[in-house]
């Protein structure tokens, strides 16, 4: 599989937008999707050079806890896929959505409800999939789980619900 440009994906060229201007969109969003708001979603940076992105989330104990108090793990693969997912979103300049295809997670440590903070980035973005990989951490910058996925790009002018 060869690497092409995420670019290459659509027919239309994409107007060009800064990380700032990607950034500034997200921050604007006014009707976040709902797993967004369950998982206190808040983009913190973004780095197309990098194929990079830094997320903080919030979940609280009464959305995503388990009977001990710790976010329940299909919540922690649901934030480290948001992580990933945005990511090749930001690779593709927003062309793009990225189904996961398949997704294996790590748990290292159990997460707490609270401020946690994931990172996601492409590892290699071909003709019809992407390879993803992300990682959650605490506050104190400890490393809870990570996880590498399989997606298929899609444009967004060919996207179906």
Request: proline share 8%.
């Amino acid at each position: 599989m060869s690497d092409i440009a995420p670019s290459d994906l659509v027919s239309e060229t994409p107007q060009a937008l800064t990380d700032e201007a990607i950034l500034a969109r997200f921050h604007a969003s006014r009707n976040p999707p709902g797993s967004a708001r369950t998982l206190g979603f808040h983009m913190l940076a973004v780095s197309q050079a990098e194929r990079r992105v830094e997320v903080a989330f919030a979940p609280s104990v009464e959305a995503v806890g388990n009977p001990m108090g710790q976010v329940q793990g299909g919540y922690v693969c649901a934030m480290l896929d948001e992580c990933m997912s945005v990511a090749g979103m930001i690779a593709s300049g927003m062309t793009c959505v990225v189904p996961t295809l398949e997704m294996k997670t790590s748990f290292l440590r159990p997460a707490i409800p609270g401020p946690l903070k994931g990172v996601g980035w492409v590892v290699k973005w071909g003709r019809t999939v992407c390879f993803l990989e992300g990682e959650l951490y605490d506050p104190e910058g400890r490393l809870l789980a990570r996880a590498s996925a399989t997606a298929i790009p899609t444009p967004l002018s060919k996207f179906k619900t």
